[in-house]
């Protein structure tokens, strides 16, 4: 397995682990915007950036990295607040701050990073937005692919095509759970759920009557795994419930 140090601390980590999760290992904080546990990285915000060196690199020689995709190699030195480093994650935040003014989450970096404010011109239409990319990617990672980036330099956004009710969304809202910057709007009820402009029909528990998700996920999911449709009428607290008394009942007859 390999072993590496960062800021000093010597650490262990399995093949194929990445230097943002040896550095969580290691007790060392790297911020990141864009990474999420179980999905792809991408490296988009770039705020991850670290300094590297390699055995047999001259003493003085490092080169610049994003953490969440650069694979933790054994033997080399990894260095997380360099000033060269430290810098490049400033004009990040700046650049961000710039585009989100008024964002909870980029004032706070911002202001630990010594940023009490953009020195670009603002954002004369501030968003909360930051194309962190999560909501895309989570979309495609359960084969939904509902909405997707638009446009490019200052006009880029997140949109489902057309600026029109995406028809492929299912109402999951799981774009709007992993969005760090809570940004994308939604409405939940027992009976409607609406994103993106689209309404859902909500399904409710065949047990309980709670309604836990929509009828559109059940027939995605039901069509993506090949479950039968009915697994997905029950909600998750009464599948517990249910497989707790079965267990109970087994170990009572053991």
């Known amino acids: 397995m390999p072993n590496l140090t960062i800021d000093g601390v010597t650490v262990e980590v399995e ?6 999760q040896a550095a969580q290992k290691a007790g060392v904080h790297i911020p990141t915007l864009c990474q999420f546990d179980g999905l792809e990285p991408w490296g988009g915000c770039r705020l991850c950036v670290v300094d590297l060196w390699r055995p047999g690199w001259d003493p003085d020689w490092f080169k610049m990295v994003t953490a969440c995709n650069h694979p933790a190699e054994d033997g080399v030195k990894v260095f997380t607040s360099t000033p060269r480093v430290l810098e490049t994650r400033r004009v990040v935040l700046d650049l961000l701050l710039a585009r989100c003014p008024e964002t909870a989450l980029i004032r706070r970096l911002a202001a630990e990073h010594g940023l009490p404010a ?3 011109v603002r954002n004369p239409e501030p968003t ?9 990617r989570v979309c495609d990672h ?4 509902a909405i997707s980036s638009v446009n490019r ?5 997140i949109a489902p095509p057309f600026h029109q009710p995406p028809p492929d969304c299912i ?6 759970e992993v969005c760090p910057t809570d940004c994308i709007p939604f409405t939940s009820s027992d009976r409607q759920r609406t994103i993106w402009g ?3 029909e909500m399904l409710r528990c065949s047990q309980c009557g709670r309604a836990h998700i929509t009828v559109a996920q ?6 993506r795994t090949g479950v039968p449709r009915s697994y997905y009428e029950t909600c998750d607290v009464c599948k517990r419930l249910h497989h707790a008394e079965v267990f109970a009942r087994l170990t009572a007859g053991g």
Do not use: K, M, N, P
């Not at 909360?128 to 895309?136: G, K, Q, R, V």
């Open 171 to 176: 109402g999951c809202l799981a774009c709007a």
């Open 142 to 145: 359960i084969g939904v692919s």
């Open 118 to 120: 953009t020195t670009f």
């Open 153 to 157: 330099g200052v006009g880029r956004e």
């Open 198 to 200: 689209q309404d859902f």
């Open 218 to 223: 059940a027939d995605h999911w039901a069509a």
């Open 15 to 20: 093949e194929g682990a990445y230097i943002l």
């Open 128 to 136: 909360d937005c930051i194309l962190c990319a999560l909501c895309t």
